[in-house]
């Protein structure tokens, strides 16, 4: 599990930080740059992690119950649970995401499903 250093940075310099950061990755323009970004310094269970709460956040969105979530993600109640009230208290920046999500998977659907007609 990744660790955070005790030591106090400045606030100055960590609102800075985190301003410079979060540009960065605003101004990826691709899936592949973004993930390349990604790639280059967190590690492969920090990208297993961040894969797993979004698709708990999508797994909660369609309805599904925790107990299918757990099942299928392989994630405790308690991850469920955090992800969850995270979205419910100040996750509104996940809902743009989550709704282009549904929208790809329904124009997904709808496409797989024309050749049916």
């Given at each position: 599990?990744?660790?955070v250093?005790?030591?106090l940075?400045?606030?100055d310099?960590?609102?800075r930080m ?36 979004f ?11 925790y ?6 993600l392989?994630?405790s109640?308690?991850?469920?649970m ?5 979205h419910?208290?100040?996750g509104?920046g ?8 549904l ?15």
């Amino acid at each position: 599990m990744s660790k955070v250093s005790k030591k106090l940075m400045d606030k100055d310099i960590e609102e800075r930080m985190y301003e410079v950061f979060w540009n960065s990755i605003g101004g990826l323009k691709t899936p592949h740059e973004t993930r390349k970004f990604f790639n280059s310094f967190i590690s492969d269970v920090e990208h297993i992690m961040l894969a797993k709460r979004f698709g708990i956040a999508l797994m909660l969105t369609k309805g599904y119950t925790y107990r299918d979530i757990e099942d299928t993600l392989k994630v405790s109640t308690a991850t469920i649970m955090s992800v969850a009230a995270r979205h419910k208290v100040g996750g509104r920046g996940l809902t743009p995401a989550l709704k282009q999500t549904l929208k790809e998977e329904k124009i997904s659907d709808f496409l797989d499903n024309i050749e049916e007609w």
